[in-house]
């Protein structure tokens, strides 16, 4: 551990890092990595990965640390994840009663 830096969190609850990326940018940009390296062309695949790991980062910046679980909610079909007893589903906006 000569001279070698990392990231310390500073509260137990701080999200874990991948590189300089929280888990979920690095999932984004792990995942076209792999698409462009699928589709034969690396290069572009780190370059569009790491764009789009960047602007996600931009797009959740300042908001609830479970972002992307309540994007998923609202703009997934309700069939994917488990529905909870107590939320309703995404697509009723209006309530009578």
Request: hydrophobic share 50%.
């Amino acid at each position: 551990m000569d001279g070698e830096t990392g990231y310390i969190p500073k509260s137990l609850d701080a999200q874990e890092r991948f590189l300089w990326w929280e888990m979920d940018q690095a999932i984004i940009a792990l995942l076209i990595l792999g698409m462009g390296v699928a589709a034969g062309s690396m290069l572009s695949g780190v370059i569009l990965g790491a764009v789009a790991a960047w602007q996600y980062g931009r797009l959740k910046a300042g908001k609830h640390p479970k972002f992307a679980v309540h994007a998923l909610y609202w703009w997934l079909p309700g069939g994917l994840f488990v529905k909870p007893r107590v939320t309703p589903p995404s697509h009723q906006r209006y309530f009578l009663g």
